[in-house]
Structures are given as C-alpha cells and as structure tokens.
C-alpha cells in the first residue's frame, strides 16, 4: 500500500481529477500521468534517464556508442538500394531532447528531424522514420481472469491510500479486445493490453507519407502475451533494477512492457505498406550491415576490439541480438 500523504501534491491532484466517483482511475489513465503528463511525467521531467551511470534508470543500444548508427546506417543504405541518402530526412520519433541515435552522422541525409511524442507532427515527403524503445513506453490497460471471467485491474485512490483493485465493468476501449480472448483462461492470468502501443503506432504508420519506417523495440506475439506471461508483461526499472510493483517510485521510474507484434504488422497492411518485415535485431544487422560488420571483424586496432565487444553486446542471442525486434515496411 502506498499512502496518498507520500505522493507528491501535484501528482496527487492530477490522479484524482482523473478519478471517477468511486476514486478509481484505469490503469492506462494512470500510468499515462505517471510516464507522460506535462509537469510531472517520468519522460518529459528535466533529468537523465538513459545511461550506465548510477544516476539514470536503463539504457538502450543508443547508450553503446556509435556503433550502433554505424550498424544502423548500413542497413538503411542497403534497404534504399540505389537511392542517395541525401534524398531523405530522418526523422526519430520518442528521441531524448536534444539527442538523436544518429548524432555523428547527421550530415548524410537530407535533412534530420527530432520529434517526441507530445509534438505536432508534420513528417516531410521521402522520410525515414525511426524509433528505438518507443512502443514499448506507452500507457496500457491491466485484465485479470477470476471468478470465469476477465475483469479490470484498476487504481484506486481511497482514504489517503492508493491500491489495485479488480472490476467487473470493463473501459470503453477494451472491448474489442475482449473479443479476441479466450473465455476461459487460468485463474488470476494478468494481461498488460497494449493499448497506448496501438494508438501511437497508427498516428506515426498514417503520418508517412513516403519512406522507410524501422521501429526496434521488444515484443510478443498475441500468442503469447495470452497464454505465456501470467504476471503480465509490465514493470519498472529504477536505478537499473527491475520493480514489479508500479506503484513505487510513481513519476521517478521507467515503465515498461512487451508490445503486440501481430498487431502492428497487421496496422501496416491495412495502411497499404509493403514490404513488411518482422525480425531480430541480430537478424536485421546480419542481413543488412554485413560490410560494416566485417569490417568491424577484420581490423585489428586496439580501438575496434572494443567495437568487437559491442558488436557482440547488440547482435549475440544470449544478449540484445534476440532479445529486440525490428519491424519494418514501405509506403
């Protein structure tokens, strides 16, 4: 239990004019105030979160040095064929401010645009969009399997206190996902419902207008997700250590949780992409940055053995090489 006296008063505020009568807020409320509201959100505060330090709570592939844009400018190189690069803008969606994943090699495209999530977008003809751990960072609602039916894990703000608790009316937006969910089920299964991932995802597939879109990210199949992740998918990360529980370190911690790929594919064919391609990160670079990479392999300089170590951080099984996916298609 966390009581309401230890939260900050603006937070407080915040939550409970979102509050229905009952003091209850959905789960995607929630956590959308905790990650993303204008003065208090995890991601929009003034702070560094992403980083080996102490001080910064995860990092990302971003966080391994320019090796990862090198890898990743061989591979867009090799998607585009004969086009120039200097025929597109790059344009990152969800970057930290004042970063971008390809701060060194800014100067081979056309022009480079940075936008984050909050942002009006106005993406220009023949872009290249980007994202790395985006998707995954977006609000969600929480099912539960009880009693022979799913109910509605919410948040309740109750006398100074603020707990979980279950609800047989399900939110609006739920419903066509209930649908898709088997009636019966294990008892106590949690589900973290994509739903934030789903939304951002379509703004982002029908603001293209003409180019590449490669989002990296970490997800499951709908397989998945239903029958293999009783606890859900969702935690938290502080200080570069996992929490279960998502009601610590409200606003001070990452959220996080496995996306639906199925979903997204099937978003982009309905946006008429083609060319559409779900694979590993280890299979994206292998495939696509083969010359950078042997290139990597081959010297023998002091300074390249530690690219090698990297090399291997982003591409191995046992590390990021299986643990990220990177879906991709053409409009």
Not at 15 to 37: H, P, Q
Not at 149 to 176: A, F, M, Y
Not at 237 to 242: R, V
Request: charge should be negative; aromatic fraction near 12%; proline fraction near 3%.
């Amino acid at each position: 239990m966390v009581t309401l006296t230890a939260i900050d008063s603006i937070l407080k505020e915040k939550l409970e004019a979102k509050c229905n009568i009952s003091g209850e807020i959905t789960y995607y409320d929630f956590i959308d105030c905790l990650l993303y509201d204008p003065q208090v959100g995890y991601y929009l505060k003034q702070k560094k979160r992403v980083g080996y330090s102490s001080d910064t709570d995860f990092y990302t592939a971003e966080s391994l040095g320019s090796l990862f844009q090198k890898l990743l400018l061989a591979a867009i190189k090799t998607l585009l064929g004969k086009n120039s690069l200097k025929e597109y803008t790059f344009v990152e969606i969800g970057t930290e401010p004042g970063h971008t994943i390809i701060s060194d090699i800014t100067d081979s495209f056309k022009n480079v645009l940075l936008l984050r999530v909050q942002d009006e977008w106005h993406i220009p003809q023949s872009s290249i969009v980007f994202s790395n751990e985006l998707f995954d960072a977006q609000p969600f609602y929480r099912l539960v399997f009880k009693d022979g039916k799913w109910h509605e894990k919410v948040i309740q703000l109750k006398d100074n206190s603020i707990n979980e608790l279950l609800r047989t009316n399900i939110s609006p937006p739920l419903e066509n996902w209930l649908k898709k969910l088997p009636k019966e089920h294990i008892e106590d299964y949690q589900l973290d419902i994509p739903f934030g991932a789903e939304v951002l995802f379509k703004k982002m597939a029908q603001s293209i207008k003409e180019g590449l879109f490669i989002t990296f990210d970490y997800g499951k199949n709908w397989g998945n997700l239903v029958y293999e992740t009783h606890q859900g998918t969702a935690r938290g990360y502080y200080k570069h250590t996992q929490v279960n529980n998502l009601l610590l370190n409200l606003t001070e911690q990452d959220i996080t949780y496995h996306i639906c790929w199925d979903l997204l594919e099937h978003i982009l064919k309905e946006e008429n992409y083609q060319n559409i391609v779900l694979e590993s990160q280890e299979s994206f670079f292998v495939k696509h940055s083969s010359q950078a990479i042997e290139k990597i392999i081959s010297e023998q300089s002091s300074a390249l053995n530690k690219e090698r170590l990297t090399l291997m951080e982003l591409i191995h099984p046992s590390k990021m090489g299986q643990k990220f996916q990177i879906l991709r298609g053409v409009r």
